[in-house]
Structures are given as C-alpha cells and as structure tokens.
C-alpha cells in the first residue's frame, strides 16, 4: 500500500529557500524529499527532547527526588 500524503506550505526566507534549492541539486534529491528529511529529524529531536522534560518518563525514584539520608 502506497502511503498518503498532506500537503503544506510555508513561507520562508529567500536565503533559506536558496539553501533549500542548492541542498537538492547537491544531494539530486527533490526539495521536497529535503523539506520530509528536515521534518522527520526536528519531530524526532523534539519527541527525545520532551520525554527528558517529563519527570514521568523516568524511573520512578528519579522522580521522587533523592532518598533519605
């Protein structure tokens, strides 16, 4: 089965769509093959980034704080 896809657009600075154009005809990738790439790996650091900010995503005694003594 053939994955769906969304459409999205944004509006970005000319410098980084210049980056953006120059990164593909490097790479022989499509922007829009970049654009997926970039997006997959800031959602991904962002998911690792959140789960350390939850002191539920511990082990529970890290989130009790220290014991006694």
């Known amino acids: 089965m053939r994955p769906s896809f969304r459409t999205v657009s ?3 600075p ?3 769509f210049d980056r953006l154009r120059e990164a593909a005809t490097r790479n022989e ?5 970049i654009i997926r ?3 997959h790996n ?3 650091h962002d998911q690792v980034r959140n789960s350390l900010e ?3 995503s511990g082990l529970p005694e890290a989130a009790a704080g220290p014991g006694p003594g």
């Open 10 to 12: 944004a509006r970005v």
């Open 14 to 16: 000319v410098e980084l």
């Open 29 to 33: 990738r499509p922007m829009s093959w």
């Open 37 to 39: 790439q970039a997006l």
């Open 42 to 44: 800031y959602l991904d």
């Open 54 to 56: 939850e002191p539920s």
